[in-house]
């Protein structure tokens, strides 16, 4: 995220940001390059545990739940 706002992006649409808002906030909100590194340092430890999952929809909502108490973290089968 850090390096699409160093390139002029304008904001992201993450799913981390459901799990952890605060840190998609602080990162927009910081005006230090140290600072923001930090914070990128920390959404990528959340990102790389929803990636070392076998499903990271579960890892999510799994997440959530812990945010959120009656958060439903039972996963439904796809539509089709």
Request: aromatic residues 4%.
């Amino acid at each position: 995220v850090l390096d699409a706002f160093r390139l002029g992006a304008a904001g992201c649409v993450s799913a981390i940001s459901n799990v952890a808002p605060e840190l998609l906030l602080d990162l927009v909100r910081s005006f230090s390059l140290d600072e923001a590194a930090d914070i990128q340092k920390r959404i990528i430890e959340v990102r790389d545990r929803t990636r070392a999952a076998s499903s990271a929809i579960a890892v999510l909502k799994r997440e959530l739940a812990a945010v959120l108490p009656d958060y439903p973290v039972h996963l439904r089968a796809p539509l089709s």
